[in-house]
């Protein structure tokens, strides 16, 4: 008689520890603290012979911050193959943040490990809200293979292969992570135990008939006890269900499940894990867009620190160790937002506070990194010294590795009583400007070197049009200055008007809803572009709800002014809309009292630069429980829309922007909107309609039978008011996804200003061109001026040069030895990219982790064939 070989069910121990949530973060730390004693006690004492510590090393710093030798406890735990840390620093929501983050957030975690002496390599995020596509290739690049899943993979598949866009792979297990009571000891006993056991176990057949099976033995900020004493009672419960269970790891069951997978086979699955999601596998979509303030701060940052501090850093102040220390410690900062309860916006009100002061205390770093770095440049950027009576100097300043030529913005000191007259580039020719005149000011300045001074100073605003600033490099400006604003330098001229001509023929008119109308020279239009319309929110930090019955409200214009100056037209429009104060009491509906919102919106075009239109909208916000959001419709009938992910550009199917209402109980409605990094597109070739903005992640590409305007259309979320962390009413989610806590700051009364870039047509027709607006969107050129009496060079730069391809890094090498350059195409289609090195350098391939994946290029000029999708990563030294 043939039987059956039983399964090996894999039990890991372990706790899901959220630093803050619907705690702040100094409560949940002292428990984490309790929570280390006990662990350590039972690692000792054999009650508990492995323990998985969460997939994140920030858990060992904030224990050491408190019990240094606790924290040695653990870490000897490590050594000794007890216990189990990273491989992340913390566990990040790894669709908001940028693909350099998760990548920082991996190169920490392996400091940390070296203090260990031990690093786990399983691809561990089960918790985040959903996975984005490039998620293998960056586990990829750290050396790991397998991925442990659940949000947003495929629901009832246990086990697939998921690829990245660039081919990169790795043996995914999609857990339910609602097992986590199982083997829970309750007042039910071991009579529980085994029934709960059972259920797990059959469920898990049913997904996988010859296993191996993995049971993850704990849960959120629970210390599981006594797993071996739970394992021993449950035994015979697990036997007549053909199991048998074991103490195990992660590693030794994905070495298990890489077996058999090999044996069986697994289907293949490919780009972002957000599929439908079954029951209690919510995606919480409503995340992208809780609290926006929290993720244009996130953008702002992140900017400082990849495109500002780091690679200044790298290229004047390589070996300044103090500085890598400052660098390290604003990358902490940073991080410690990331995890998906902070940079999501869905946890108590006093948790968000921290993460702002957070985000300031990030920016304030990366600011004096920044000076450091220019001063090793030779660009004194500290505002001391008497005020400049006569000419005063900027430098701009180019973030990319090729020459740039974009708007800048620059404030300006002088002496009191002096004005811009004319001012000249770096080769002595005229630059026209527009000038404003902020005010009288008393001017201070200190420093390491600088006794403290204080001027009195009158500041100026300054917006030109920069040409041809060197790759990676500056160009000085020079202001000579007079005794009275010239009516001719820098001059506005302000009309009663709502139009704004563009290029060949183009016209954009405002029309009585604030929207836009642009106008081709071939007649065409495209009418209501930038349309505003808010509609009521009855959910909740996670999720969207819609109020039953309620019609979106738009915007009402009330007046129209064009601007414009030697440099820039720009059309302001003051609308007024009018919103309902909140729901009713009983949440059924918009409450009938109404409080009238004021808006600004402004529209600049830069006239002889091939740039696309900015457009910012700035309010007060008064009323509660509403989403704001900004519509542009296509009439080029488009099945699918655009979006960047952290390294690739992928497409997305429009669709309407919520399904059907669930019905069951612990399901959740789908949204259309998908997480976006910085730039989007709807249509093709000449009404292809393309929007970058940085901070703003939440998009929607619209079918026409869903959108407002009966057109496809692609839509950002700027705004989403609730006052709860969490609800059980909500129709869109028919359970709580934690506790119901009242979150009233969530509502967002506050001031908001959004930034978009907007292009259309021929400028965006190819994906290449997206890249390109998103960089100039999202990291444009800056300013600053230069301290009187000094006389830097002209321009500089130092001779490196990126064509063809996207930088994404240039950092100082974690081991000290030279420089890191990565370069990216996230298109479909083949680049070629030309790298030129400054003088005396060479590059050799390296993978994420900075480990060497092949032999050094020959000196010179590079010449590299990337791949659709490919990203490259290069060590830079002096030969």
Avoid at 363 to 371: P, S
Avoid at 641 to 665: C, F, K, N
Avoid at 846 to 852: F, H, I, N
Avoid at 859 to 868: H, K, V, Y
């Amino acid at each position: 008689m043939t039987t059956t070989p039983p399964v090996d069910c894999h039990v890991v121990t372990h706790v899901h520890w959220d630093r803050e949530w619907y705690r702040p973060f100094e409560s949940y730390r002292a428990r984490l603290v309790e929570l280390a004693e006990r662990v350590c006690a039972e690692l000792d004492d054999g009650r508990m012979t492995t323990f998985h510590l969460d997939g994140q090393t920030i858990v060992l710093a904030d224990v050491q911050a408190l019990r240094p030798d606790l924290a040695d406890r653990l870490a000897a735990h490590a050594r000794a193959g007890r216990l189990t840390l990273g491989p992340w620093h913390v566990l990040a929501d790894n669709q908001l943040v940028s693909g350099e983050n998760l990548v920082r957030n991996l190169l920490t975690a392996r400091r940390w490990g070296t203090r260990v002496g031990v690093l786990a390599d399983v691809g561990y995020c089960p918790d985040t809200f959903g996975h984005p596509a490039d998620l293998p290739r960056i586990l990829n690049g750290f050396g790991m293979d397998t991925a442990l899943v659940w949000r947003g993979a495929p629901d009832g598949v246990a086990r697939f292969h998921w690829r990245s866009p660039d081919g990169s792979q790795v043996l995914a297990a999609n857990q339910g992570y609602h097992a986590a009571e199982v083997l829970w000891a309750e007042p039910d006993g071991d009579s529980g135990r085994a029934a709960r056991l059972k259920d797990f176990l059959a469920a898990e057949r049913d997904r996988l008939p010859g296993g191996p099976w993995l049971l993850m033995n704990g849960g959120d900020h629970l210390a599981p006890t006594d797993p071996a004493g739970a394992l021993a009672a449950t035994a015979p419960a697990a036997a007549e269900q053909g199991a048998v269970l074991g103490e195990s790891t992660l590693a030794a069951f994905f070495a298990a499940a890489r077996a058999a997978a090999e044996a069986g086979g697994v289907p293949l699955v490919e780009g972002p894990l957000r599929h439908r999601p079954g029951r209690l596998t919510f995606l919480l979509p409503g995340t992208f867009s809780a609290r926006t303030y929290l993720k244009q701060a996130n953008a702002a940052a992140q900017t400082d620190l990849e495109r500002w501090a780091e690679p200044l850093l790298a290229l004047h102040a390589p070996d300044d160790a103090t500085l890598a220390a400052e660098l390290r410690h604003a990358w902490e900062l940073l991080l410690r937002n990331a995890p998906h309860d902070s940079i999501c916006g869905c946890s108590v009100d006093e948790v968000h506070r921290e993460n702002e002061v957070r985000f300031e205390r990030v920016r304030q770093t990366a600011d004096h990194l920044v000076l450091r770095a220019l001063g090793a440049a030779g660009l004194d950027t500290r505002r001391y010294g008497d005020p400049e009576t006569e000419r005063a100097a900027f430098a701009v300043l180019n973030p990319h590795p090729r020459p740039h030529t974009g708007p800048v913005t620059v404030e300006l000191l002088t002496a009191p009583g002096r004005h811009p007259q004319t001012l000249t580039g770096p080769d002595g020719a005229p630059v026209p400007f527009e000038a404003e005149l902020l005010g009288e000011e008393t001017a201070f300045e200190a420093d390491l070197d600088l006794l403290p001074d204080s001027r009195p100073a009158l500041r100026h605003r300054l917006h030109l049009l920069a040409a041809d600033v060197p790759a990676l490099g500056h160009a000085v400006h020079t202001v000579v200055l007079g005794d009275t604003p010239r009516p001719d330098a820098g001059a506005t001229v302000e009309e009663d008007e709502r139009a704004l001509p563009l290029p060949d023929g183009a016209t954009l008119t405002a029309r009585d809803d604030a929207a836009l109308t642009l106008r081709l020279a071939d007649g065409t239009e495209l009418p209501g572009l930038a349309a505003l319309l808010d509609d009521g929110d009855r959910g909740d930090t996670y999720n969207f709800d819609p109020v039953p019955h309620d019609a979106p409200r738009a915007p009402r214009l009330l007046a129209a002014r064009r601007r414009t100056s030697a440099v820039r037209t720009v059309l302001e429009l003051d609308a007024v809309i009018e919103l309902p104060t909140g729901l009713t009491a009983d949440r059924a509906a918009r409450s009938a009292d109404t409080v009238e919102v004021p808006l600004t919106v402004t529209v600049a075009h830069w006239p002889g630069h091939d740039g696309p239109l900015r457009w910012n909208l700035t309010f007060d916000n008064t009323a509660d429980d509403h989403r704001l959001r900004v519509h542009f419709p296509t009439p080029a009938p488009s099945a699918r829309w655009s979006a960047d992910t952290h390294y690739s550009l992928l497409d997305h199917p429009v669709g309407p922007d919520l399904g059907p209402l669930p019905t069951e109980r612990a399901h959740e409605a789908e949204y259309g909107c998908v997480p976006v990094q910085g730039v989007s597109a709807i249509g093709d070739g000449e009404l292809r309609i393309a929007v970058a903005a940085a901070g703003l992640p939440e998009r929607t590409g619209l079918a026409a039978g869903s959108s407002p305007s009966g057109q496809d259309e692609l839509v950002v979320t700027l705004l989403r008011s609730v006052g709860w962390l969490s609800r059980f009413d909500l129709n869109a989610r028919t359970t709580g996804a934690g506790p119901m806590m009242a979150t009233p700051e969530a509502q967002c009364r506050r001031r908001h200003s959004f930034d978009l870039a907007l292009a259309v047509g021929a400028p965006v027709a190819a994906d290449a061109d997206l890249v390109d607006l998103a960089e100039a969107a999202t990291v444009p050129l800056r300013a600053a001026q230069l301290r009187p009496g000094t006389a830097p060079a002209a321009t500089g730069a130092p001779g490196l040069r990126v064509r063809g391809a996207r930088m994404t890094a240039l950092k100082g090498a974690e081991d000290g030895n030279g420089l890191v350059l990565r370069l990216s195409n996230p298109t479909g289609r083949p680049s070629a990219v030309e790298v030129e090195l400054p003088d005396g350098w060479r590059a050799a391939p390296v993978r994420l982790d900075e480990s060497p994946t092949g032999e050094p290029y020959p000196t010179g000029a590079l010449a590299l064939d990337l791949a659709p999708y490919a990203l490259v990563s290069l060590r830079l030294t002096r030969s």
